[in-house]
């Protein structure tokens, strides 16, 4: 019987113990990112580019299934952009990703759900960049490049903040 640990709504993760996350890192190995679905939309007002466009973009972790048995890590990521020009969307994108990883060991599920944010989400987003410009390139629309996506940085305060609150859960839970 396989023991799927499955999160579809990404919450905002508990605090994890660095090392914990570490050894995930360390023995993650990519094994693939597959575009699994792609749309792209242009309105006749988009067939010219223009600098008064305004241009959204994200990327966001749909879902992470962690399958034990096969040691296996599959993350859903939703990657999305589209131009608007006075209010009227002209271009729009919108792609999901899957991004499988061989993993082994029985991670904290907020180590998972760190991990497919942290790393997962990056490891996909070069991908949609390309396919996005790839798309408005086929539909005659030469726009700049997409922005990288950032990791927001935790400040020190609010680490060694964290890293106390784990602390006093492992000490409350013996």
């Not at 589209?82 to 991004?99: D, E, H």
């Not at 989400?121 to 070069?126: K, W």
């Not at 400040?155 to 609150?165: F, G, I, Q």
Request: glycine content about 2%.
């Amino acid at each position: 019987m396989n023991k799927v640990a499955k999160s579809d709504v990404v919450k905002q993760p508990t605090p994890v113990v660095p090392a914990e996350y570490n050894q995930v890192v360390a023995a993650a190995r990519l094994r693939d990112i597959r575009l699994i679905k792609s749309e792209f939309v242009i309105e006749a007002d988009g067939l010219q580019f223009s600098s008064d466009w305004k241009l959204t973009h994200s990327c966001e972790i749909e879902s992470v299934n962690l399958d034990q048995d096969r040691e296996l890590l599959l993350v859903s990521i939703g990657a999305a952009a589209s131009c608007k020009f006075r209010n009227k969307k002209v271009v729009s994108a919108k792609c999901r990703y899957l991004v499988a990883y061989d993993l082994n060991g029985a991670p904290e599920e907020n180590v998972i759900q760190t991990f497919a944010k942290r790393v997962a989400r990056f490891a996909a987003y070069p991908y949609f960049r390309s396919h996005f410009a790839e798309m408005s390139a086929q539909a005659g629309v030469h726009m700049p490049p997409l922005p990288v996506i950032k990791e927001v940085r935790l400040l020190p305060t609010a680490t060694a903040e964290a890293r106390k609150e784990i602390e006093t859960q492992k000490v409350e839970e013996k």
